[in-house]
């Protein structure tokens, strides 16, 4: 990687993480904002969930636009749309209103695709994988600090006596920083003339959209996205209320479990990704992961001690750290440079619809079946999720993928 491409790699991280750090200040606190207004499990995951639905429906555009116009304006927009969500969360005293923020994040959720689209922009396939767990591992990072910041600036022993308007108010202002940095000092990174070969290659953003269905390769990657972050979305959604309810944590201690998670996270993406991915293969670390999910859902639904549960979110830790990175890397590999941000953003679609799903039913799962039954459902699910990852490695024939954009 050049000086210049390593001085805008470096800004672009510290840019996801400040960005994820406000976001992991708000989210596990998020079931108690909507449940201090009178909702109940169901609801609660439902409003969480919107945010989840609005993205799924942005993404590809968003996408779309970052190729045709740069990746700057789209990640400056969606840090802006944070701000406005977050001091909406901050001021909410109805329900519409804490729907509406939501709403809002989600439209605007642009910044995770983005940021993996700058970081193809800036390596070789050889290096990719590294970058890849780089930029997910800022994400873990700022979802270390972020939920023991939130869980301190939200005090009170209980849960009933925590402060929620700090918390929301710091993570507006993270995201400002973060627009501020976008301003100043991110550079563009899109490959001059990618823009023209975007126009160029379809003016629909549907049309584009259905080219990939022809590519067996990148649809059975979506499709596997879809089973495994619905119930990566089960467990960050309905987490926080399970730990109350069943290990009687409060935000302080909720933020410590939390941050110890995302620590792990960070560690093994920072540190080893890039050595992973060379010698096991992405494919081979997605089954790993996927192995991981099951093992720890099934840890979580057994789980009646903090120490139990700290063990399940161990496994739970490996296993998110390496399906983001080796899941973001793989599908990086079947696009070409003027399609990333589509093809990103496509996926980043198809997990936030995961999500939505994921998290809308998790309640009505806790509030109806039983606590422990959005745990047992994930870990079942992961044997179509195992069965899904070995489709597609036979479809690859166990060889590396083809030439970015030849067969996808």
């Known amino acids: ?58 993404m590809p555009l968003w996408g779309k636009i970052s190729d045709r116009y740069g990746r700057r304006p789209v990640l400056f927009t969606s840090m802006l749309g944070h701000v406005a969500s977050y001091l909406l969360l901050a001021f909410a005293d109805s329900l519409w209103l804490l729907a509406l923020a939501r709403i809002v ?37 700022g979802m270390t600090i972020g939920p023991a910041i939130g869980g301190l600036l939200a005090g009170g022993s209980t849960m009933a006596e925590a402060n929620l308007m700090r918390p929301a108010l710091v993570a507006a202002a993270f995201s400002l920083a973060a627009a501020v940095a976008i301003w100043f000092f991110l550079p563009e990174t899109r490959p001059p003339g990618d823009g023209d070969n975007a126009a160029q290659r379809s003016g629909s953003l549907l049309a584009d959209m259905r080219s990939l269905g022809a590519r067996p390769v990148i649809s059975m990657m979506l499709v596997l996205a879809l089973v495994v972050i619905t119930f990566m979305a089960v467990r960050e959604s309905i987490f926080p209320l399970w730990a109350y309810y069943v290990l009687d944590l409060n935000a302080g201690e909720l933020g410590i479990v939390l941050g110890y998670m995302g620590a792990l996270i960070f560690a093994i993406q920072f540190v080893g990704m890039g050595r992973l991915s060379n010698r096991f293969g992405d494919l081979r670390l997605i089954q790993v992961a996927v192995l991981m999910f099951a093992t720890s859902w099934l840890g979580l639904a057994l789980s009646t001690t903090i120490l139990e549960c700290m063990m399940a979110l161990t496994a739970q830790a490996v296993g998110t750290a390496l399906f983001q990175s080796s899941m973001q890397t793989l599908i990086s590999k079947r696009a070409g440079s003027s399609e990333r941000g589509l093809i990103l953003g496509v996926y980043q679609s198809s997990s936030a619809l995961a999500r939505f799903i994921g998290q809308a039913g998790a309640g009505t799962l806790f509030g109806q079946i039983g606590m422990n039954a959005p745990f047992l459902i994930g870990a079942a699910a992961m044997l179509p999720g195992m069965w899904l990852t070995l489709r597609i490695a036979r479809r690859m024939g166990g060889s590396p993928p083809p030439r970015a954009g030849v067969d996808g």
Do not use: W
């Not at 960005?19 to 909507?34: M, N, R």
């Not at 922009?121 to 800022?138: H, N, Q």
């Open 105 to 141: 994040s989600g439209i605007t959720a642009a910044n995770l695709s983005t940021a993996y689209a700058c970081a193809t922009d800036l390596t070789t396939p050889a290096t990719r994988a590294d970058a890849m767990g780089k930029i997910s591992a800022a994400f873990g990072l």
């Open 1 to 58: 990687m050049k000086a210049s491409s390593r001085l805008a790699f470096g800004t672009l991280f510290a840019i996801v993480f400040i960005d994820l750090a406000g976001f992991g200040i708000v989210i596990p606190l998020v079931p108690f904002y909507v449940e201090r207004l009178g909702a109940g499990p169901e609801l609660i995951t439902l409003v969480i969930a919107l945010h989840a639905l609005c993205q799924s429906a942005a």
